[in-house]
T-cell receptor, first 112, second 117 residues
Framework: AQSVTQPDIHITVSEGASLELRCNYS??????LFWYVQSPGQGLQLLLK??????LVQGIKGFEAEFKRSQSSFNLRKPSVHWSDAAEYFCAVGGRTYKYIFGTGTRLKVLA | DAGVIQSPRHEVTEMGQEVTLRCKPI?????LFWYRQTMMRGLELLIY????????DSGMPEDRFSAKMPNASFSTLKIQPSEPRDSAVYFC???????????????FGEGSRLTVL
């Protein structure tokens, strides 16, 4: 069965600190993997995606993610968090169809 | 360019009433999706269309839910009759599918927050 697990419901970091958000997936074929961000009252915005090739992908706003097939993971990272990064982050998995499965999200709080 | 436009942004209604949510996708996009977001269940895909044709409606929870896409620039999600457990944020998203490949990115609207009393 296809699934996405984001084990951390809430994460709090200080501004300027590094960030890693975890995502583990279960998918029967080669996955397409995504990270989206949602600010309060807004829709989701794509941060980055992985389809194939280089397993380290760069996204917008200074985010990157690394696909590790052996660990079924696609963790999101940022070396230095800004207060404006406070939001909810969703990992998603899918394939050649558009039936994407979203994780339950990780809410990020940034301390000044 | 305008993004995905949803209306209404907020809807409060009483149990048993009909609710219609509307969506205008990004011009030129050939896929349209309806998602529902709740605290308990997260983000769930309800139905999606390709070139105005429903492709997969397996996520539609009950017969009370229906969705239509009469043309490339408009879709509706209707709930009749509505129940308190339908309270959620409903998102519409659209995407452009290049020939032979899934480009992957969904463009989301700002959502319609539905409260059924």
């Amino acid at each position: 069965a296809q699934s996405v697990t984001q084990p951390d419901i809430h994460i709090t970091v200080s501004e300027g600190a590094s960030l890693e958000l975890r995502c583990n997936y279960s998918y029967g074929a080669t996955p397409y993997l995504f990270w989206y961000v949602q600010s309060p009252g807004q829709g989701l915005q794509l941060l980055l995606k992985y389809f194939s090739g280089d397993t380290l992908v760069q996204g917008i706003k200074g985010f990157e993610a690394e696909f590790k097939r052996s660990q079924s993971s696609f963790n999101l990272r940022k070396p230095s968090v800004h207060w404006s990064d406070a939001a909810e982050y969703f990992c998603a998995v899918g394939g050649r169809t558009y039936k994407y499965i979203f994780g339950t999200g990780t809410r990020l709080k940034v301390l000044a | 360019d305008a993004g995905v436009i949803q209306s209404p942004r907020h809807e409060v209604t009483e149990m048993g009433q009909e609710v219609t949510l509307r969506c205008k996708p990004i011009s030129g996009h050939d896929y349209l999706f309806w998602y529902r977001q709740t605290m308990m269940r997260g983000l769930e895909l309800l139905i999606y269309f390709n070139n105005n044709v429903p492709i997969d409606d397996s996520g539609m929870p009950e017969d009370r839910f229906s969705a239509k896409m009469p043309n490339a620039s408009f879709s509706t999600l209707k709930i009749q009759p509505s129940e308190p457990r339908d309270s959620a944020v409903y998102f519409c998203a659209s995407s452009f599918h290049q020939t032979g490949s899934n480009t992957g990115e969904l463009f989301f609207g700002e959502g319609s927050r539905l409260t059924v009393l």
